[in-house]
């Protein structure tokens, strides 16, 4: 029998329970009647709480430091090459996509403009056309007809710039249909040929050509906006770089005040990690930036300026030439109730718009060889001008051969159409220096951020690894 001592207190149940008897777990007390039990505590506030009694100790505090250095350093380079990534993608379409689809556009339009000058000039040379005219109209309408099929094949399918290749597609045999209709009367003297190649003229200037000026505005919006997406500044990936770099100091400069300790190896391998992509970030992007803002101030405004000249240029002749086959049956009214040719006045704005872009062209050139053609090309439209002046001074007075003879060069005169091949010839030459300007800077801002998606992830890691290490030297002191 077990007695209490005086003053003592009641035995446990270990020491009451003989030898060998298991002894029954202790139970909670009962809750009082009319009080709500305690809320049962979560996986994730125990997990805190352990978590903030490990923080108490310092190496607790270490684990979390070297978690959030590497998460810092990981989370940058991760940026990094995700931002990257997607501006030297879009670098890379500004070269070989959408500045080559911008040029295809404008070539389309150039060969069908140029197809329909062939063709008034071959009808204007009476029933058998010279041979150089009907091969030159043969080239631009294959030209055309090839351009299309390049363009189809760099357009997404039911985006706006396809419905227009397919409407081009469409017009193009009614177009040639039309054409073969004026040659076969024409040959034969007949009056009617000449309302088949102004049905022509109208199908080209109203529909067709309209259709590859759309062309042309589309892929041109697609290269400003490659442009956009390649050139901004990677603002997030360089406040996370800078934000990594200050951890990894701020961590040195705690060890040091608490060791006496000037360098941690993983810790110095980690900063300089950060440090050499987050530079290499900001020289190869602004490398980069600066090469892509060159190839479009100093090249593709001179290209938009010079295919507008271009296509002004053509449009001109063939207003010039169709102003003799129409022989003032296409009037129109202006303003101050004067009558006027409808054609020769078309020819007049289309002067206009030419000379304005050569004045721009001349303008945003940025060296002598390109700018000595584009003045080159204003000389000879200066001369065209008179020439045409000539012409129709002849064809109001009467003379329809004189007039002929000045425009399609049937006579000792030289004709306009001299005048417009050597505008044409310059033009193109001018193109052809800004496109070589053009693939060199875009091509220099694109291979200045070759390589930098990858070598940024490489770096984070290589970073992170160090900053652990760094951490994990320190935490083996205390083992």
């Known amino acids: 029998m077990t007695h209490l001592r005086q003053g003592g207190t009641p035995p446990s149940a270990t020491q009451i329970a003989p030898p060998g008897a298991t002894v029954p777990a202790a139970r909670p007390a009962p809750v009082p009647a009319g009080l709500p039990a305690p809320p049962r505590r979560t996986a994730f506030a125990e997990g805190a709480d352990r978590l903030r009694v490990a923080a108490a100790t310092e190496p607790g505090r270490l684990r979390v430091i070297g978690a959030v250095l590497a998460l810092l350093v990981v989370a940058f380079g991760a940026v990094t090459a995700w931002q990257t990534a997607g501006r030297t993608a879009a670098a890379d379409d500004v070269l070989h996509r959408s500045q080559p689809l911008s040029a295809g556009a404008a070539d389309i339009y ?15 040379s009476g029933g058998q056309e010279p041979a150089a005219t009907t091969e030159r109209y043969e080239n631009d ?13 760099g357009t997404e399918s039911g985006s706006p710039a396809a419905k227009t290749i397919a409407t081009l597609n469409k017009l193009l045999p009614e177009y040639k249909g039309l054409i073969e209709r004026a040659r076969a009367n024409n ?3 007949f009056p009617v040929g000449g309302a088949y190649l102004r049905a022509a003229d ?3 200037q109203q529909r067709m050509l309209p259709a590859a000026q759309d062309l042309y505005t589309e892929e041109n919006q697609r290269l400003r906006s490659d442009y956009a997406d390649a050139t901004p500044y990677p603002w997030f990936a360089l406040a996370l770089g800078v934000l990594a770099l200050a951890a990894l100091g701020w961590a040195q400069r705690r060890q040091y005040r608490r060791t006496n300790r000037v360098f941690n190896r993983g810790l110095v391998a980690a900063t300089a990690c950060t440090a050499v992509a987050l530079l290499w970030l900001a020289v190869g992007h602004s490398v980069a930036r600066a090469g892509l803002n060159s190839s479009y101030d100093g090249a593709v405004r001179s290209l938009n300026a010079l295919q507008d000249a271009r296509i002004a240029s053509l449009n001109a002749r063939g207003n010039e030439n169709l102003t003799l086959v129409s022989r003032g049956a296409e009037t129109r009214q202006l303003p101050d109730g004067t009558v006027e040719d409808a054609y020769d006045y078309a020819f007049q704005q289309d002067m206009k718009t030419l000379s304005e872009g050569l004045t721009r062209a001349r303008a945003l050139a940025d060296d002598s060889a390109g700018e000595e053609p584009v003045k080159a090309a204003a000389d000879r439209t200066t001369e065209w001008q008179q020439r045409h002046k000539q012409a129709r001074t002849a064809d109001d007075n009467g003379d329809y051969q004189a007039a002929l003879d000045k425009i399609i060069g049937t006579g000792k005169d030289k004709p306009t159409g001299e005048s417009f091949d050597a505008v044409d010839a310059h033009l193109a030459k001018a193109l052809t220096h800004e496109e070589s300007q053009f693939r060199q800077a875009a091509g220099d801002g694109r291979d200045a951020l070759s390589g930098l998606p990858l070598g940024a992830a490489v770096l984070a890691v290589l970073g992170a690894s160090g900053a652990v290490l760094g951490i994990g030297r320190r935490l083996s002191e205390y083992r």
């Open 110 to 124: 150039r060969s069908l403009a140029d197809a329909n000058t062939a063709a008034s000039s071959g009808f204007l």
């Open 141 to 153: 309408i294959r030209a055309a007809a090839a351009g299309l099929v390049a363009a189809a094949a």
């Open 187 to 189: 040959r034969q003297g």
């Open 202 to 204: 109208e199908l080209m």
